[in-house]
């Protein structure tokens, strides 16, 4: 892979920067408390470096929402040669260590919270995030039907259930009580089950799909 101009990789790094301390403020702040200043501050630029990069608070609250979609999303984007109960596997994965991050739970309050006197921010959210998270695993969960790997009728419906039955109960439960948050062994249950779930619902060759879902749980493999 041909590496990058300096000036080029030093700007990727500094977005990715800025984008860390973006995430941080909204999420101690939420998103109506966090001010371009305080990004500034917590990033350790300029506030002209910071509107150089991003014009305006909603633009860097998307951009630092996409770029999370993004990361959960790379395994459908780039499917493995494994085949795609090791990729359903590995987004399994990438979702819950995104989701589950203590600074991602807590904006995720933070913006309830809010969305009642602000309903544009909880549209924002929605659009910046889960909606365009959905629509990725849809265009994967499609193209696996296309290969006759996946049978069902309705994209959405069954990208939400691969959605809720891999994590909505221990996601919940953490938004709910944040000193009880789900360890990995939980969470490996709750994934294991529920992408069991899934492919006895939507395989069109179930008993061969679990026994290779069955051996990457392994602690072995």
């Known amino acids: 892979m041909t590496a990058l101009p300096r000036r080029q990789q030093n700007r990727l790094n500094r977005e990715r920067q800025i984008l860390e301390a973006a995430l941080t403020v909204f999420a101690g702040l939420g998103y109506s408390g966090t001010t371009m200043d305080a990004v500034a501050a917590e990033a350790g630029v300029t506030k002209p470096t910071l509107y150089s990069y991003f014009p305006s608070k909603e633009s860097l609250f998307q951009a630092m929402m996409l770029g999370k979609r993004d990361l959960m999303l790379d395994v459908f984007d780039h499917p493995s040669r494994k085949g795609m109960i090791a990729d359903l596997l590995r987004f399994s994965w990438t979702y819950a260590d995104t989701v589950m991050r203590p600074d991602m739970l807590s904006l995720a309050r933070l913006i309830i919270g809010e969305v009642s006197r602000f309903p544009e921010i909880g549209r924002a959210y929605q659009a ?15 193209s696996q039907r296309q290969d006759g790997r996946l049978a069902f009728e309705d994209a959405e419906l069954a990208a939400q259930d691969l959605w809720g039955l891999i994590l909505s109960a221990p996601r919940t439960q953490a938004l709910h009580m944040p000193d009880a948050v789900p360890d990995r062994e939980t969470l490996t249950r709750y994934i294991a089950n529920g992408l069991r779930v899934f492919l006895k619902a939507y395989s069109t060759n179930p008993a061969q799909d679990l026994d290779q879902l069955a051996a990457l749980l392994t602690p072995d493999r």
């Open 128 to 142: 910046s995030g889960p909606d365009h998270l959905l629509r990725g695993i849809m265009r994967y969960l499609e």
